[in-house]
């Protein structure tokens, strides 16, 4: 994020957008735009983007951006579909810009594939209440060699006694487990989605009878089974599941599917430090989620009649200081720890959410991978203020369950001592575990402060972040503000460090 200017914040967008002014130049015309007039308007002063096929007047909202100028500028007189998706495509565009609304792009004819790559061939063959998908996704040369990236078989099948529905999805992938099967069951409405790589099945019905709130869900991880079983409210015969919904009985690409939000009540709102809170959400009695580690979900809400959305890393209640058990999560809470801004538009109306209120939660959402600490002797983590979230999960899962860490250690900076996240509960886990170690650097210490000062540095990373012995394995996560990330991943490397041992959380 960059600073915006006065008079330039969330709030005072909204005000523009409802103000009747005329945002797009058209004067409330709506016209099919050729890629040839996309491509004139690509300076500051006159920016249309493209996003799914529909064209928007982004210059009045220039200056709004919380990203700053340069990076709409990036897509200027393009489609940005991609270059939105690649950033943030949780945001409700079609909510925050609607009155930048130009129009649809023009449909080109599809001409019939040449030399080169072909892509997308699907064969949907329907047996009964099963599907089978056979993905192809190229050939690098026609005629000549196919290359086949996935070749999956995902079909699902229901069964009932007298008082129970079984939907059974088989996936045939022997490592699925509870991290992959997101199911939700609400108003007669059944939605099961299992994660696989950057794709998702999805089973969605409108059910033929009503069910009761409890549903279970039952795993067979080594042949990849899926039992979703749900109560009958009455002894009857259904002929049916129930009236698929779009998107039913589908394997596409999650980015193409888009986000699933549910309701969840908040419970409990308990201080952290000062300006940062701890927020507990009930899932739905109908939910089935567990967020994996170094993953985020999204918070919605409707702000002055526009919707905003912002991401967050859930948290666990409190640092485990025991780890003779690998940790159980208990399938009902999501725990969130958020710094509730004095200008912030979004993070006000969640502090003034009342105990029992209700706020909108996505399906998780990241590209962390668990497989990245698992082979790691040394794991080391950098955490700028709330950066700090996605490093809880992640310290519990590899103090619990990577046996093979000799060393974990936590570079935490903060401005000042008032600022640091469970300061206590680090340092009395680091006395407890002799593999992990925190340091604690302030940007803004009081003359009493003894420990590190400073802001990210190369000299300050020369200094902490080390191997255990020379070729040791080496993992290291870093998130917190953009600049702070953005540079840090820069030292890194110019301290040596590869692609590969370095993961930046970001949303």
């Given at each position: ?300 809400q409707i702000i002055t009649g ?89 310290l519990n899962f590899a103090l ?108």
């Open positions: 994020q960059v600073p915006l200017k006065p008079g330039r914040s969330l709030m005072d967008w909204i005000r523009l957008t409802k103000s009747g002014k005329d945002l797009t130049g058209l004067k409330g015309r709506l016209i099919e735009v050729t890629e040839d007039e996309l491509a004139k308007h690509n300076k500051k002063e006159d920016c249309w983007i493209c996003i799914r096929g529909f064209v928007y007047n982004v210059t009045p909202y220039m200056e709004y951006h919380p990203g700053g100028e340069d990076e709409l500028m990036k897509a200027a007189g393009t489609d940005g579909t991609d270059l939105f998706d690649q950033v943030h495509r949780w945001v409700n565009y079609e909510s925050m810009l609607k009155e930048c609304l130009v129009g649809r792009m023009a449909v080109k004819p599809i001409a019939a594939p040449k030399d080169g790559v072909y892509l997308g061939v699907i064969k949907d063959q329907r047996i009964s209440n099963s599907t089978d998908f056979f993905i192809v996704l190229g050939f690098d040369k026609p005629k000549e060699s196919i290359f086949l990236l996935y070749f999956l078989f995902y079909s699902y099948d229901w069964f009932q006694t007298d008082s129970l529905i079984t939907v059974v999805i088989y996936t045939k992938q022997k490592d699925m487990n509870a991290e992959l099967v997101i199911v939700d069951c609400q108003d007669k409405r059944l939605r099961g989605e299992i994660i696989v790589d950057d794709y998702s099945y999805l089973v969605e019905v409108d059910l033929d009878h009503a069910v009761s709130e409890d549903v279970t869900v039952n795993i067979a991880e080594k042949v990849g089974k899926v039992e979703i079983i749900l109560k009958k409210k009455d002894n009857i015969h259904w002929k049916m599941l129930g009236q698929s919904c779009e998107g039913h009985n589908t394997f596409i690409k999650r980015t193409d599917r888009g986000l699933f939000y549910r309701k969840c009540k908040l419970v409990s709102k308990t201080e952290v430090t000062h300006d940062t809170k701890l927020f507990c959400l009930m899932l739905p009695r109908g939910t089935h989620l567990c967020v994996p580690t170094g993953h985020h979900v999204y918070l919605k526009t919707e905003v959305v912002k991401p967050y890393t859930p948290v666990l209640p409190s640092l485990p200081l025991d780890f003779k058990e690998p940790p159980h999560h208990d399938g009902v809470h999501i725990y969130l720890m958020i710094k509730i801004y004095s200008c912030g538009l979004f993070t006000q109306a969640l502090d003034r959410l009342q105990i029992e209120d209700y706020i909108s939660v996505s399906n998780p959402e990241g590209n962390f991978k668990k497989s990245q600490v698992q082979t790691s002797e040394d794991l080391i983590l950098l955490a700028g203020g709330t950066g700090f979230t996605p490093m809880v999960k992640l619990a369950e990577v046996s093979c860490l000799r060393t974990v250690k936590l570079i935490f900076f903060n401005k000042t001592e008032d600022d640091i996240l469970w300061r206590n509960q680090l340092e009395q886990l680091a006395l407890r575990d002799e593999r992990f170690e925190v340091q604690f650097i302030l940007s803004q210490p009081t003359k009493d402060w003894v420990g590190k000062q400073g802001k990210i540095s190369s000299s300050l990373l020369s200094e902490f972040v080390k191997r255990s012995r020379k070729d040791s394995k080496v993992v290291v996560c870093i998130c917190g503000p953009t600049p702070f990330t953005e540079q840090g991943v820069q030292y890194l490397k110019d301290l040596g460090y590869s692609q590969e041992e370095i993961h930046a959380f970001t949303a």
